[in-house]
């Protein structure tokens, strides 16, 4: 007794406290406290040209296979200008290659037409991507909420890009980073989204994407995207790369 066991029982309450510090560190709070999307947002400015995927997580819209030229584009439905019937969503991939076998959800070029409404114009930076059924004449917010209803809508959160809109010299976005939502799965490297059972609520509820005006980002940017998604408490693991080299967007929506 004495010395030796103290000196053992010191020992041991250290190294239990470094296995209890890591436990904590690897089970963060998800989503991360504060988790939100970006404030000061100018969406007019975000949809003015189309975003390219450098990376994402894989979804049933969007498998392996199809991680190949991954482009967003957003088109007004009321015309120029005029976000009040919700913007068109025209994703664009190829499947197995660059230049390979295109698929688009525009309607125009025989896709599954999507569109993206604000429910709450206060928050330009949450929006939500549906079907879109035709111009029923109602407003973005009555037809976002029914489609969220019949669960076929996703939330579309922009959660940081490089500059604010509240910043004097702002001169547009040069990359995004979209998820759909609040990450709320701990993977132990951060949150994830999505929905922790799998299942069909897993579908509209998986997304992560990093978005560059660039076709080919520069590693400049990629790093700040990174940092970012870090900073963000959000899992990195899940993220695959998206060819962008060489893909030729002549035909795409
Ligand atoms: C289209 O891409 C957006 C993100 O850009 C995503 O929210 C949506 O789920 C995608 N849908 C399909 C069908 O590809």
Request: hydrophobic share 35%; glycine share 10%; net charge negative.
């Amino acid at each position: 007794m004495g010395k030796t066991f103290l000196v053992c029982l010191v020992i041991l309450l250290a190294s239990a406290s470094t296995i209890l510090g890591r436990e904590l560190l690897a089970q963060p709070t998800c989503p991360p406290p504060g988790f939100s999307s970006a404030k000061s947002f100018d969406l007019m400015s975000y949809i003015s040209a189309p975003w390219y995927v450098q990376k994402q997580v894989t979804t049933t819209y969007t498998p392996e296979n199809f991680l190949y030229c991954v482009r967003a584009n957003y088109i007004q439905i009321a015309g120029p200008g005029d976000l009040s019937k919700g913007v068109y969503v025209n994703n664009y991939s190829n499947k197995d290659r660059v230049n390979g076998l295109a698929a688009t959800t525009s309607k125009a070029q025989g896709g599954f037409q999507l569109y993206a409404t604000v429910p709450d114009d206060a928050v330009p930076s949450q929006l939500q991507v549906g079907p879109y059924l035709g111009d029923n004449g109602v407003t973005t917010a009555v037809s976002s909420a029914s489609a969220k209803m019949s669960g076929e809508a996703a939330n579309y959160w922009v959660v940081a890009t490089d500059s604010s809109s509240a910043d004097p010299k702002f001169e547009g976005y040069e990359w995004a980073i979209i998820t759909t939502g609040p990450p709320t799965i701990p993977s132990g490297n951060g949150c994830r989204t999505g929905s922790a059972d799998g299942g069909i609520a897993d579908v509209a509820q998986r997304g992560f994407w990093w978005f560059t005006r660039k076709q080919v980002a520069t590693a400049e940017t990629l790093e700040a995207l990174r940092a970012k998604s870090l900073e963000l408490g959000l899992d990195l693991g899940v993220l695959q790369d998206v060819q962008q080299a060489g893909c030729d967007y002549s035909g795409a929506p």
